[in-house]
Structures are given as C-alpha cells and as structure tokens.
C-alpha cells in the first residue's frame, strides 16, 4: 500500500494486487467452488411456449357455467 499527494493537496492511496486480494477476500470469504461446465445440465422447456396471453372464457363457456341458455 502506497500514499500519494494528489494535485488537490489530498492523499491518493494505491493498493497492490495482493493487498487487494487480501481486502476481498476479507470482505465477501471464500468463494463457492467453480461450477465446470460437465456438472451442469441443459434445461428443455416441457410447456409449449404461449403466443397470446390468456383472454379468460370464452362466452360458450360462461354461459354454460351460469346455465344461461
């Protein structure tokens, strides 16, 4: 870790790569184990995919739900 004087008369400081890594590693932990691409699966869609949203019952069927003739 270095201090610098920045052109506004406060100081810049600088951090080396493995103090950075030290900082990280002291904020998040440890990082969960690497995820390698021949333990993941591939995911297939079993609902066709819907073009229209749903417009409710049609009157057929509401009529036939309140008995209406």
């Known amino acids: 870790m270095t ?3 920045a052109e ?3 100081a810049r400081i600088t951090f080396s790569d ?3 890594a030290f900082l990280r590693h002291a904020r998040f932990g440890e990082l ?8 993941t699966v591939e995911l297939v869609e079993t609902d066709p995919k819907r073009d ?3 417009l409710g019952p049609s009157r057929a069927q509401v ?3 309140h008995g209406g003739g």
Do not use: H, I
């Open 8 to 10: 506004d008369g406060s």
């Open 32 to 39: 969960p184990a690497r995820v390698r691409p021949s333990d």
């Open 63 to 65: 009529e036939a739900q």
């Open 18 to 20: 493995p103090d950075l």
């Open 52 to 54: 229209w949203p749903d």
């Open 3 to 5: 201090s610098d004087t």
